[in-house]
């Protein structure tokens, strides 16, 4: 299973979903799609979609998830990684879009990426390529226990 979410700003993410859809319609995604839609407009064909799940929902969600596609948000970036132990694919929001109030997502994510701690897609190609070729590693599973799961997220997040 494939989790979109576009986060929970008031402004609308439809090219992500937009997009979405395309490479449904293109096959690249064969997968069930779940998707936390926002505020967006766009609907995604044959996908379970809400606009705002439940906290625990949510987690249960990023949990069992092959892939998560997310905006760059730092919270749901930080949720894929601490719940999903996933290396969340990230498509930032755009001021020129109207997606959001600057382009501070695209300089975050740019950031992470450089890190190697997210895979950006700035574009319908790159986030094809990122759904074709993701390797589900564990990124934070591996820990042996709590206390050094929650140090290494502390230095994840003060390292960002």
């Known amino acids: ?36 839609s926002g505020s967006s407009k766009a609907k995604v064909y044959k996908a379970k979609q809400e606009a705002y799940f439940d906290f625990n929902e949510f987690i249960g969600l990023v949990k069992k998830a092959r892939i998560i596609i997310a905006q760059a948000g730092p919270a749901t970036i930080y949720q ?4 999903g132990g996933k290396k969340p694919v990230v498509v930032p929001k755009l001021k020129k879009y109207k997606e959001h109030v600057s382009n501070h997502q695209l300089y975050f994510a740019k950031k992470l990426a450089r890190e190697n701690k997210i895979l950006l897609a ?38 960002s």
């Open 1 to 36: 299973m494939i989790l979109v979410s576009v986060g929970t700003h008031y402004l609308p993410f439809d090219r992500l979903l937009d997009w979405i859809n395309v490479l449904l319609s293109q096959k690249i995604i064969k997968e069930k799609i779940v998707v936390q």
């Open 80 to 83: 894929s990684v601490f719940y």
């Open 122 to 159: 700035e574009n319908i190609d790159e986030l094809a390529d990122r759904i074709k070729n993701y390797k589900a590693g564990n990124l934070m599973r591996s820990f042996s226990n709590v206390k050094t799961l929650s140090q290494k997220l502390s230095k994840f997040l003060e390292d």
